[in-house]
């Protein structure tokens, strides 16, 4: 079945640290990627997304993902977090087909240790 | 440009009660969808309409929720009867014509059924 994983419910990072957030895909084809984040009474707002081409996409507020076909992966990277990154991230896919609708995975936590 | 307008922000009702939901998309957003997000997952889609035609509602539970979108413009979303675990935050997206995927969130509307 098709699905996407984000292994991590929770992440805490200090401030002014690295942050990787995992993704993990299961599709026949390589699908549309996305990352959204989600702060608290917020809608979701987009940080990237890849179609194509170059495997290191760049997106808003410093975050970068990298798209591994051999691993199924597209992880978010940001290299020094700051507490305003305290919110909740979301990996989605288009699977492809008539519709345009988006497959969402569970979210991924992310605290900010001062 | 104003987002995407979702009312009310809250809502409780007791099960077995009915309850609907209002959206007005970007001007111009021919593409508005509906998602479903209970707490601790992703969203999940419920409906996508292009213009005012339905062209996905495989995961709308048709034997209570409905959705309309008249004139091509605003949608309501409707539950009727509720159940327990309808308690959701219930979330609307626009996007213009096209596959670019450039979804635009409203912040939602947050269910609480009891």
């Known amino acids: 079945a098709q699905s996407v994983t984000q292994p991590d419910i929770h992440i805490t990072v200090s401030e002014g640290a690295s942050l990787e957030l995992r993704c993990n895909y299961s599709?026949?084809?390589?699908?549309?990627l996305f990352w959204y984040v989600q702060s608290p009474g917020q809608g979701l707002q987009l940080l990237l997304k890849?179609?194509?081409?170059?495997?290191l996409v760049q997106g808003i507020k410093g975050f970068e993902a990298e798209f591994k076909r051999s691993q199924s992966s597209f992880n978010l990277r940001k290299p020094s977090v700051h507490w305003s990154d305290a919110a909740e991230y979301f990996c989605?896919?288009?699977?492809?087909?008539?519709?345009?609708?988006?497959?969402f995975g569970k979210g991924t936590h992310l605290i900010i240790q001062p | 440009e104003a987002g995407v307008a979702q009312s009310p922000r809250y809502k409780i009702i007791e099960k077995r009660q009915s309850v609907a939901f209002w959206c007005n998309p970007i001007?111009?957003?021919?593409?508005l969808y509906w998602y479903q997000q209970i707490l601790g997952q992703g969203p999940k889609l419920l409906i996508q309409?292009?213009?005012?035609?339905?062209?996905?509602d495989s995961q709308l539970p048709k034997d209570r929720f409905s959705a309309e979108r008249l004139k091509g413009v605003d949608s309501t979303l409707k539950i009727q009867p509720a159940k327990l675990e309808d308690s959701a935050v219930y979330l609307c997206?626009?996007?213009?014509?096209?596959?670019?995927?450039?979804?635009?969130f409203g912040s939602g509307t947050r269910l609480t059924v009891v």
């Open positions: 599709y026949g084809a390589t699908p549309y």
């Open positions: 997206a626009s996007s213009p014509q096209g596959r670019d995927f450039g979804y635009t």
């Open positions: 989605a896919v288009f699977p492809g087909g008539g519709a345009d609708g988006l497959t």
């Open positions: 001007s111009g957003h021919a593409t």
């Open positions: 309409f292009q213009n005012n035609g339905v062209v996905d």
């Open positions: 890849y179609f194509s081409g170059d495997t």
